[in-house]
């Protein structure tokens, strides 16, 4: 079975997602966030586990960056809609929320 078949057929990650947050490290230790990033981060953590979030990270070189956040495939457009609607009230903007799958590499 090809390795992208086998990650798409389990229903956990293959791989252990860490009990502690790298977040803070990031927001803490190096001072690269911001606001912006800070809520949506928070609000994916709000999501939990329950509600299919198994993690969510800054990612990139941060001031204004974006974050990535890991989830169930089944509850996508669930969190998607809470972390978009959470963003609004929190902010008061609208949200760019893109969704990606893991696929094999080229060639």
Request: aromatic share 8%.
């Amino acid at each position: 079975m090809p390795r992208i078949a086998l990650l798409n057929s389990v229903r956990r990650p293959p791989f252990r997602v860490a009990d502690r947050p790298l977040y803070p490290s990031l927001k803490e230790d190096y001072a690269v966030s911001c606001a912006e990033l800070d809520t949506v981060v928070e609000s994916a953590q709000r999501v939990g586990r329950s509600g299919g979030v198994f993690g969510c990270r800054m990612t990139g070189g941060g001031f204004g960056g974006c974050a990535v956040a890991l989830i169930e495939a089944a509850a996508q457009q669930a969190i998607v809609y809470e972390i978009a609607a959470d963003y609004l009230r929190r902010t008061g903007l609208e949200a760019t929320l893109f969704v990606s799958r893991a696929a094999a590499a080229p060639g």
